[in-house]
């Protein structure tokens, strides 16, 4: 099993929709918990971490924890064509420097 | 504005080849990290390092090393490149801690081919 699961996608929404990206992982150790943006041709920029169960808001994106579930969303409210890329969750333990990144799901909003 | 710049965007390799990859970073950060991804697997951390002429194995260094000689530039080394090696590399940077209370800030990456 690996330690971080993500459905590749394609997902496609038309814009305007509220759009769910999903993340389970094995490892009950992972305390801290982040979503990355990537556009084509560019490298990951970070948009939202956490560090406990629970909701957290920053503007139209909600990140959510069930640490319980193992089951990590983030939410995106009012998608826009500029929200399409690919969105990863990466997941690190209370220890080490390094973090395991999920395989990214492929959003497209269409307009 | 956090500047993480790779030497190249697409670079063509032999097998057998030594082949090394340029990263450079204009923030003064402490912790540098090497990165592959490939479709289906993600990022995978290849190696990291916290200080000049330190460095940590990641998850999969096998057939890599690094060299951090300046704190703004971290190589890594492919000793002789095999065509599995093949992938997108990503270099990033962050002040300590590191991620997530520190984010890492990343480079666009090199598309490395081997053929």
């Known amino acids: 099993q690996k330690e971080v699961e993500q459905d590749p996608g394609p997902l496609s929404v038309p814009e305007g929709a509220i759009v769910s990206l999903n993340c389970t992982y094995s490892n009950s150790a992972f305390q801290y918990f982040m979503w990355y943006r990537q556009y084509s041709r560019k490298g990951p920029e970070l948009l939202m971490y956490t560090y406990s169960s629970g909701n957290k808001e920053d503007g139209r994106f909600t990140a959510q924890v069930d640490k319980s579930s193992k089951y990590i969303s983030l939410f995106i409210r009012d998608s826009q064509p500029s929200d399409s890329a690919t969105y990863l969750c990466?997941?690190?333990?209370?220890?080490?420097?390094?973090?395991?990144f999920g395989p990214g799901t492929r959003l497209s909003v269409l307009p | 504005d956090v500047k993480v710049t790779q030497s190249s965007r697409y670079l063509v390799k032999r097998t057998g080849e030594k082949v090394f990859l340029e990263c450079v970073q204009d923030?003064?950060?402490?912790?540098m990290f090497w990165y592959r991804q490939d479709p289906g697997l993600g990022l995978r951390l290849i190696y990291f390092?916290?200080?000049?002429?330190?460095?940590e194995k990641g998850d999969i260094p096998e057939g890599y090393s690094v060299s951090r000689e300046k704190k703004e530039r971290f190589s890594l080394i492919l000793e002789s490149a095999s065509t599995n090696q093949t992938s997108m590399y990503l270099c990033a940077s962050s002040l300590v801690p590191g991620p997530p209370k520190q984010p890492q800030h990343f480079g666009d990456g090199t598309r490395l081919s081997i053929l």
């Open positions: 990466a997941i690190r333990d209370n220890y080490g420097q390094n973090f395991v």
């Open positions: 390092s916290y200080d000049v002429k330190m460095k």
């Open positions: 923030m003064d950060h402490e912790n």
